[in-house]
């Protein structure tokens, strides 16, 4: 098991930037895929996101293309969530996963509010 914790949501206008941080504990960073999901009011949780182990294939939620990019500090235990030019549909609680494999995340974090204001 790895222990996650999120970090660096907060309200911003819209066309703002934000970078959402997740630090692991307890397992070896580099063997398990990273990802971020989000969960807006009334909505189920959707996948953003996710990086492999080893930090080269990334995967997007089409709305978010162009506009986030995940990155992951092996060395830190940490993945990145950079948003750029955010919009008010990005509102949502935004939760960090691990997974040894990307169909089968199975640690969380508690999750980080960001608030975008129109």
């Known amino acids: 098991q790895v222990q996650l914790v999120e970090s660096g949501g907060g309200v911003v206008q819209a066309g703002g930037s934000l970078r959402l941080s997740c630090a692991a504990s307890?397992?070896?960073?580099?063997?398990?895929?990273m990802a971020w999901f989000r969960q807006a009011p009334g909505k189920t949780r959707e996948f953003v996101a996710d990086i492999y182990g080893s930090g080269g294939a990334t995967y997007y939620l089409d709305s978010v293309k162009g506009r986030f990019t995940i990155s992951r500090d092996n060395r830190k235990s940490t993945v990145y969530l950079q948003m750029n030019s955010l919009k008010p549909e990005d509102t949502g609680v935004y939760y960090c996963?691990?997974?040894?494999?990307?169909?089968?995340?199975?640690?969380w974090g508690q999750g980080t509010q960001v608030t975008i204001s129109s």
């Open positions: 307890g397992g070896t960073f580099s063997s398990y895929a």
């Open positions: 996963a691990a997974g040894l494999r990307r169909s089968a995340y199975d640690n």
